[in-house]
């Protein structure tokens, strides 16, 4: 499937690591392919990646994606096309699916996301309804969205081990509910294929157990096009038994603050780039931007101010935060109408369908775009369906969604990994020894 030409925000000078990018295209589509014959891609992926001209990382990285109508409308047909090879490969013979979102029922604008998966994947050729977990839900409900649309939200049905509705017997069951409040029991002990998998919920799901096997990857691809691997890989670090409101392990956070900040600022003056590092520090597990701050010194995190603890100490669904990853902050130098921005890609299997720049323009190329006041500008086709040509003109935009596109893809590579590693724990014969959390896993402070 092709990668697709796209307009983006940015129009400067192609990069050298984008060019190296460009250069070992054949030897980078080879490589995914092997890759993919030895590890399943999730279902679908988000990647929210920051591009500081002298580095393009991914900095997060969503196993249940929101946000699909925000992608532009002409990318329908690379997404349908990707939908029927991935649910092939998962559910051959698949004619029924339910769709199990998030228990948003006043964002219209998240349910539109809902409505445009739907319609995406019954364009794929499958039956597709949606199942909600809400308990007040117990007839179809419709609902009418913003742009047009409706969504019909129905009574999920559990009958022995096998999940649907009254009238509708599922072959697969797609999630796109982040089980950041754990795992209902509805959802327990299902005979039907689950995708994304429960276990990659962020009830057990971590960010750092995801850069762990980014590492890995990311290693692996910078060999093979001959760069440093930290352009393509930011630093990070992981406190763990962190409580803000009790102000219990500011001495490991501020510490591991301060090493990132080092090394960091070490490669800055290894490569001779004249900027102020900074780290995001953030929840370990949990998304939609919460649990964030910017962080340029290691005393901003001692002593926070009542505020900035309420802040850091929940996230989504009011889960407590305890484990915090310090990540190296990777500024952004792209914008669009004189606001900051940041690439998002979107996945389907391992094929890209498309993307959208966030956008805020009231935050900063060191902050957090991901926050109230933030919108969204969809990335558009130049050319449908084209593969990226590196005899183009080094700052074709074409060129530059195509360096996104081998990033993003590694980052769900490395998400491969992990969801690997988690069912392989969950699937442990009795008496097998496997590790407590994920802490057991990873490596020490950076």
């Not at 445009?116 to 597709?128: E, F, H, M, P």
């Not at 597990?285 to 100490?313: F, I």
């Not at 969204?376 to 996104?404: G, I, Q, V």
Request: hydrophobic share 40%; with cysteine.
């Amino acid at each position: 499937m092709a990668v697709p030409h796209l307009t983006t925000a940015l129009t400067g000078p192609l990069l050298d690591l984008e060019k190296r990018i460009l250069a070992a295209m054949p030897e980078i589509e080879g490589w995914f392919r092997a890759q993919w014959q030895e590890h399943t891609p999730p279902f679908y992926g988000s990647v929210d990646l920051r591009n500081a001209g002298y580095k393009l990382a991914p900095v997060d990285m969503n196993l249940f994606p929101a946000g699909f109508n925000n992608l532009n409308p002409v990318f329908r047909p690379l997404a349908i096309q990707a939908a029927q090879v991935t649910v092939d490969h998962l559910c051959p013979g698949i004619a029924n699916l339910l769709i199990v979102p998030e228990n948003h029922t006043r964002n219209l604008y998240y349910l539109q996301n809902v409505a445009t998966l739907r319609d995406t994947l019954r364009l794929a050729g499958l039956k597709v309804r949606v199942g909600s977990l809400l308990p007040e839900i117990t007839a179809p409900t419709t609902i009418e969205l913003p742009d047009g649309n409706s969504l019909t939200l129905e009574a999920l049905v559990r009958r022995g081990r096998r999940l649907g509705l009254a009238d509708f017997d599922p072959c697969m069951v797609l999630l796109n509910n982040d089980l950041s409040a754990g795992l209902p029991e509805m959802l327990q002990g299902i005979d039907q294929t689950i995708m994304p998998p429960p276990e990659a919920g962020w009830h057990s799901r971590r960010k750092s157990r995801h850069f762990a096997a980014y590492d890995t990857v990311a290693g692996f691809l910078a060999e093979l096009i001959g760069v440093d691997p930290w352009v393509i890989n930011p630093y990070w670090g992981v406190c763990r038994g962190v409580d803000f409101q009790a102000r219990t392990g500011e001495e490991c956070l501020a510490e591991t603050v301060r090493q990132v900040l080092e090394r960091t600022r070490t490669k800055y003056r290894e490569l001779g780039i004249d900027q102020k590092p900074f780290v995001m520090v953030k929840a370990d597990a949990g998304t939609y931007g919460m649990g964030v701050m910017s962080v340029k010194d290691p005393s901003e995190v001692v002593g926070l101010n009542r505020k900035q603890r309420n802040k850091m100490a929940v996230v989504k669904e009011g889960m407590a935060v305890s484990d915090v990853l310090v990540q190296e902050g990777v500024p952004t130098f792209e914008t669009l109408k004189d606001a900051v921005a940041e690439p998002v890609v979107y996945m389907l299997d391992r094929f890209v369908i498309g993307g959208f720049y966030r956008v805020h323009t009231g935050r900063g190329d060191d902050e957090n775009l991901n926050a109230p006041g933030m919108h969204f500008e969809p990335l558009a086709f130049e050319t449908c369906c084209s593969e990226p040509d590196a005899a183009k003109k080094p700052d074709a935009p074409p060129n530059r969604f195509y360096a996104y596109g081998v990033i993003s893809r590694l980052s769900l590579l490395a998400a491969a990994h992990e969801i690997e590693a988690l069912m392989t724990e969950r699937y442990a014969a009795p008496g097998a020894v496997a590790p407590e959390s994920a802490a057991a896993e990873q490596p020490e402070p950076v």
